[in-house]
């Protein structure tokens, strides 16, 4: 069993977070938990959830323009990518408070 939460804005932007069931935990409580977590990036005005944040920022670095997203919080994840596309030289990945910018370098 999975336990998914979404929120869709007033524009179209579509937040998702799930998890597992964990028997050793009520349902209950991992709903609130999931539920906290959309409410707090939701609450934001993050654009992407922390969960895809990595995974776009490799489409940005492709790209044949800059682009940024607004993100509630850098996960070790996206910093790992981050770092391996700027060490790569593909792009440049700049990380400003809530704002991952990215220039490609083509």
């Known amino acids: ?24 935990i009520a349902p209950e409580r991992l709903v609130e938990s999931l ?19 990595d995974q ?15 993100i509630h919080k850098l996960t070790l994840h996206s910093e790992a990518v981050i770092n391996l596309i700027n060490q790569s030289e593909l792009a440049r990945v700049e990380v400003d408070g809530s704002i991952i910018r990215v220039y490609p370098n083509n």
């Open 1 to 24: 069993m999975v336990i998914n939460v979404w929120a869709v804005s007033d524009n179209g932007t579509i937040l998702h977070y799930s998890s597992p069931a964990d028997y050793n």
């Open 35 to 53: 539920s906290k977590e959309l409410v707090e990036t939701v609450n934001s005005g993050a654009c992407v959830d922390n969960y895809l944040q």
């Open 56 to 70: 776009l920022l490799v489409f940005m670095a492709m790209a044949s323009s800059p682009s940024a997203m607004k």
